[in-house]
């Protein structure tokens, strides 16, 4: 298990708040956001889970999903987040993707969820930053 409730601390905690004071940055909760790709977008779906008072906005490119993970979110009652997740349809992550889908929908979570003709690669993430980036500012209401 990779889980490090430790590490979202640090991150919610620390990282955020010496980000704020050395950058300009815009800190309310429904302008923050953390996205990741692989184990990056599991990283970002952990975070939005044990952390959502501190990311609400979560995007997710070819997650590195776990049943536990999946299972975390489904047995929880539904989390104030907005999730965007994308999945490459050759040789990626979508069979878990699209089981987590099944359970954000059922949560009734705000997502947009996306499937492209492209593998577990920087092209495919590359190519959908802007994605969740326009979805995140298209929809601020929850």
């Known amino acids: 298990m990779i889980e490090n409730i430790k590490f979202a601390n640090f991150v919610a905690d620390e990282l955020v708040t010496t980000i704020d004071a050395n950058y300009k940055t815009n800190s309310s909760l429904e302008n923050r956001a953390i996205l990741g ?7 970002s779906a952990f975070m939005g889970f044990n952390r959502s008072e501190a990311f609400q906005l979560i995007g997710i490119h070819s997650p590195a999903f776990g049943e536990d993970i999946i299972h975390a979110y489904s047995n929880a009652e539904k989390l104030p987040l907005k ?8 040789f990626d992550t979508e069979v878990r993707a699209r089981e987590m889908k099944i359970v954000l929908e059922s949560k009734q979570n705000p997502l947009y969820y996306i499937e492209v003709n492209e593998g577990h690669s920087w092209g495919n993430w590359r190519a959908l930053i ?5 979805f995140f500012s298209q929809h601020s209401d929850f």
């Not at 790709?37 to 990283?43: A, C, D, E, H, R």
């Not at 999730?83 to 050759?90: L, N």
């Not at 802007?130 to 326009?134: H, I």
């Open 37 to 43: 790709t692989s184990l990056g977008g599991w990283n």
């Open 130 to 134: 802007d994605e969740p980036l326009t």
């Open 83 to 90: 999730i965007f997740m994308s999945a490459g349809v050759i």
